[in-house]
């Protein structure tokens, strides 16, 4: 039977990105202030082999960069701005995954570590990241793999087997034993609003971990925790972690 990997009730997602631009150290430090125990950011990597924490394939939404992530050099990446969406925090860099898992540790947090490939690439980044992890990850804490990408649990499950996994969909499928058994997963995280709790009692039966995202409502969270959810990730975890 699987053993859920648990991270915490509330889970800062891309750390407190409703307060500080998202997937930032800047995030990760406010949302540790704000009483987050574990945090959740995105990784995928630079043209020439170097792993960054950002969501989207490319850089307009959430820098002062153009065209992908991918293509880019670390060097050039390193130069960007990551809080075009916060002008507080219009010096706040574009992170290297580096930088990142040294913060999460220096705040004792847990960490779910959501693999992002530009499709075509989910080798290579996977690979990348387990290298980074492997020379910067030296805490007890809770590490927890995720993605959309079955490529890339595929790549993590051969190259960290220790490292538990989660699958990440929007709708929960019909197969969704095979496919958690397929990754050897711990975890299923999946889209609140499409929570369905006769699918939900019998993974909690098996001894899956069940997280929600994107989840900013407090009454929401209670009725997922309901549901039997484990946690919720949240933009403003500090506010459900105060009203829960």
Known sequence: MPRATLLAPVVAHRGA????????????????????TAVEIDVSISADGVAFVHHDDGLERCTNGKGYLCSHNASDLDRLSAGVL?????????????AVLECI????????????????????????????????WHAGNTLLYSSFSREALASAMQLQPETPRALIVCAIPENWPEQLAAYQCSNFHFAAPLANQQALQA????????????VNDSAEAAELYKLGVHGVFSDCPGELIKAL
């Open 203 to 214: 993974m909690r039966d098996k001894g899956y971990g069940l997280y929600c995202f994107t």
């Open 86 to 98: 916060f002008p507080d925090y219009a010096s706040e860099p574009l992170p290297r995954l580096s």
């Open 105 to 136: 540790q220096e705040h004792n947090l847990a960490l779910n570590l959501e693999i992002k490939p530009t499709p075509g690439l989910e080798e290579p980044t996977t690979k990348i990241i387990c290298e980074t992890v492997a020379a910067h």
């Open 17 to 36: 990105s409703a307060h500080a631009p998202e997937n930032t150290i800047a995030a990760i430090r406010l949302a540790a202030e704000q009483g987050a």
